[in-house]
């Protein structure tokens, strides 16, 4: 009689194992699936700059564009290790338009810069340095390729595949674990 309620404990103890290996193989594939989407949407994003670069590019009306204010500004990023910078909000002015925008060196009052712009929707703008010409802010240079920031692509990439490898690799752990229970 105790040999059978021994067997009955294992194989309760047995089924409890199984249930918490399929409930922790779905919490990974929950994460899994949420961080590939995270890469998706972090890819899309740097796509969706692309072509607004390359239509403003294609469309866009070239004009020289005078700056009519330049204040220093401070900002700070990270939550734990705290990074303060110094960055400069410049207002450019352009064919009756104007336009604000930041870059990390001053641009003094009253210099021209290049300014690409659309006409129907003159808000989408590329606005140059002082150093540049409207013909260097239309060519296509490597960095516009994937918009804005290269690394944010990189790490979207590296993102979608990693989890997908994580994924397929629960999926084998399940596929063995049920498996060694079968037998």
Known sequence: ?????????????????KGSL???????????VAIAAVGIVNLKG?????RARLSI???????????????????????????YYTYYLHTVRYDGFEKNFQSSSQIPFGVTVPVLYLPEDPEKTIIGNPTETISDIKSTKFSDIFGLSFGLV???????????LVLLLIIRGIQIGLGKDNK
């Not at 990189?154 to 997908?164: A, F, K, L, N, P």
């Open 154 to 164: 990189i790490y979207s990439v590296i993102t979608i595949i990693g989890s997908c």
């Open 46 to 50: 740097e796509v969706r700059i692309y």
């Open 1 to 17: 009689m105790s040999k059978n309620k021994s067997d009955e404990n294992s194989t309760g103890k047995h089924s409890e194992s």
């Open 22 to 32: 399929v409930f922790g193989f779905f919490l990974l594939f929950l994460m899994g």
């Open 57 to 83: 590019k294609s469309h866009g009306k070239g004009t020289l564009g005078t700056i009519i204010s330049s204040e220093k500004r401070y900002g700070s990023s990270g939550s734990v290790k705290k990074r």
